[in-house]
C-alpha cells in the first residue's frame, strides 16, 4: 500500500485539474439529489392541494438543478479523465527514462516482455484507479453521508435498518480484497511472461522456422497462456464474489425499504412522499457503495502494478551521471587505458585484465585476440556502458566516470557487433544520432563511405526506403555498413568499430578502410577485428589472449616479425584468403 501511496501523490503535480474536479463534482452529485428532494416537494403538494400554484415553480427547480448538474458532470468526467490521462503519460515517461538510464547488464538480465508490460499493462492499472477509481470514490464521500443525513432526518429507525445490509457488503469486501490483491499480482507476472514469450518468438522468427520448431514455440505459448487462465479465473472468482456480495447487500436493501417503509406508510408513520425519498435516495447511496466494491477489486492490482513500478523507479544506475562534470571542451580523441581490469558479475575471472595503453589523436588503435579474449568489454570501457574494476580509463586526459554520459557518448561513434537497426526508413536509421533527418547530399556522402551505393541503387524507396523489423530486409553485411554510416554522420572524434566488418567480404572491407583512413580524418579510431586485415593499417594493435592479458602489441610490421598469436593468426587467413582466390 505505501508503493501505492507513493505513487497517488503525484497526483498533486496536477493540483489545477484536481481542483477543478473537486469543485464540479459535489456541485454535480448534490444537485441530482436536490432533483430527488423536489419531486418528493411535488408528490407532498399533490396531498396537500398545493400542486397547482406550487408545480410550476417546482418544474422550473428540477429543469435548473439538472441543467447546473450536467454541465457540472460533464466538467467533472473531464477534469478526471484529463488528470489520469496526464498521470498515465507522465509515469510512463518517467519509467522508460528509467529503465533507459539502466545498463545493459540490466537489460541482459531483464526480459524485454516482462519490462513491456511494466510499461503498459501497470501504468493502466493505476490510470483505472486515478480516472474512474477517483471519480467513482470521490462521488461516493460526498453522496453517501449527504443521503444517509437526509434518509436519518426522515425516518432514523429506518436508516439504521440500512446498515445492515451495508456492513454486509464491507464484510465480503474485507474478505476477499487480500484474495484480489495476491491473484492480482500474480496475474501481472503472467502477462508478462506472454508478452516476453510472443517477442521473443517473433524477434526470433527465422530460428523458429528454420528448426521447424513452431509447434514447439505454440505449446509452450498455449500452456504459459493456460496458466493465465487460470490465475485470470480464480481472479474472476474472486471478484464475482465480491460482486454477488454487494449486489445482494444492494437488492436487500430495496427489500428492507420495501417492507419497513411500506409498512410505516399503511401504519401513517411515514408519508408517501418520504417513501420515494427512500427509494431514491437508498439506490443513490448504495450505488457509490457498488462503486468502492469495483474499486475495491481494482486496487489490489493497481497496488500490485505500483509495487513494480516503484521498483523500477527506486532501481538506482549502476552507471550514471557524476555530481560535477568537466568534459573538457572540444573533445581531441586522446584515448589512455591505465592498468584497467575489469570483471563481470559473477563471473570466475576477469574479462580484462591489466591493460596499458595510449591513442594519440587522430591515431588508430587496433584491438586483436581470440573469442572472449575481451575485445567488446574494451569497447564497452570506452562507452562507459560499464566501469573498470581496478584502473582508469582515461578520454582527453579526464577519467570516463568525471565526463557526464551525455558529452562522452556524443564524442564516440559506436558500431556495435550486432548491427542493430530500428524500424524505420534508411535516411531514420542513418540519423539516428542527429537532431534532424540528414539531407540528400549528406546521404549520398555516407552511402559512398560505406560502400553502400549499388545496395541503396537496388531500394525501390531510395535513401527512405523501409527497412523492416531491427533491419531484417538488408543481409549482415548491409547491416553492418548502414550502422558505420550511422556513427559517421556523428562526425565523431572517436570512432568505435566493435568487430563490425566479420559480415563484410574481403574486397568491400578493403574499399570500406580505404575509406576510413582517408576520409576521415583527425578522428580516433579504435577498432576490434577477428580479421587482422582490419587493422594492418593501425598504428598501435594490442593483442589480447584467452585471459584477457595483452599478449603483444605492436605494429602490424612488428608483431608480424616476432613468434606469436598475431603472427600465426596473420599467416593461416593470409593462406586462406590465397585458397579463395582459386
Known sequence: MRDLWRLTRRLSRHWRLLVGGALALPISRLSSIAVTLTIARGLQSLETGEHATLMPKLFGWIALYAAVGGVAGFFERWWVGVLSRRFEVGLRGELFNALAAQPQSFHDENRTGELSSRVTADVEALRMLYGPGLLHAAGA????????????????????????????????????????????????????????????????????QGFAREDQRTARFTGISADNRDKQIQL?????????????????????????????????????????????????????????????????????????????????????????????????????????????????????????????????????????????????LLGRFVDPTSGRVLVDGLPTDRWSLRDLRAAQGLVPQSGFLFTDSWRANLSFGREALLEDDEVAKLTRLACLEETVEGFPGGYDQLVGERGVTLSGGQRQRTCIARALALEPRILLLDDSLSAVDAETEARLLRHLFDDVRGCTKVISAHRLSAVAHAEQIVVLDAEGRTADQGTHAELIARPGWYRDTWQRQRDEREFERL
Open 141 to 208: 464521500l460526498i453522496v453517501l453521508p449527504a443521503s444517509l443525513w437526509i434518509l436519518g432526518r426522515a425516518n432514523l429507525e429506518l436508516t439504521l435498518w440500512l446498515a445492515l445490509p451495508m456492513a454486509c457488503m464491507a464484510f465480503g469486501i474485507r474478505v476477499f480484497m487480500p484474495r484480489m490483491h495476491r491473484h492480482s499480482h500474480d496475474v501481472q507476472e503472467s502477462l508478462a511472461e506472454i508478452g516476453h514469450c510472443a517477442q521473443e518468438s517473433f524477434a526470433g522468427i527465422r530460428v523458429v
Open 236 to 380: 474472476a472468482r474472486d471478484r464475482g464474489l465480491t460482486h454477488a456480495t454487494v449486489q445482494g447487500s444492494f437488492q436487500a436493501t430495496f427489500a428492507l425499504v420495501l417492507f419497513l417503509g411500506g409498512t410505516a406508510v399503511m401504519q401513517g408513520e411515514l408519508p408517501p412522499a418520504d417513501l420515494f425519498v427512500f427509494m431514491d435516495l437508498s439506490m443513490r447511496a448504495f450505488w457509490p457503495l457498488i462503486a468502492l466494491g469495483w474499486i475495491a477489486g481494482m486496487i489490489p492490482r493497481a497496488m500490485a502494478s505500483a509495487e513494480r513500478i516503484t521498483q523500477l523507479l527506486d532501481r538506482v544506475p549502476q552507471i550514471r551521471d557524476p555530481e560535477v562534470s568537466a568534459a573538457p571542451p572540444g573533445p581531441r580523441g586522446e584515448v589512455r587505458f591505465e592498468d584497467v581490469s575489469f570483471t563481470y558479475p559473477g563471473a570466475a575471472r576477469p574479462a580484462l585484465q591489466g591493460l596499458r595503453a595510449r591513442v594519440a589523436p587522430g591515431t588508430t588503435l587496433g584491438v586483436v585476440g581470440p573469442t572472449g579474449s575481451g575485445k567488446s568489454t574494451l569497447m564497452d
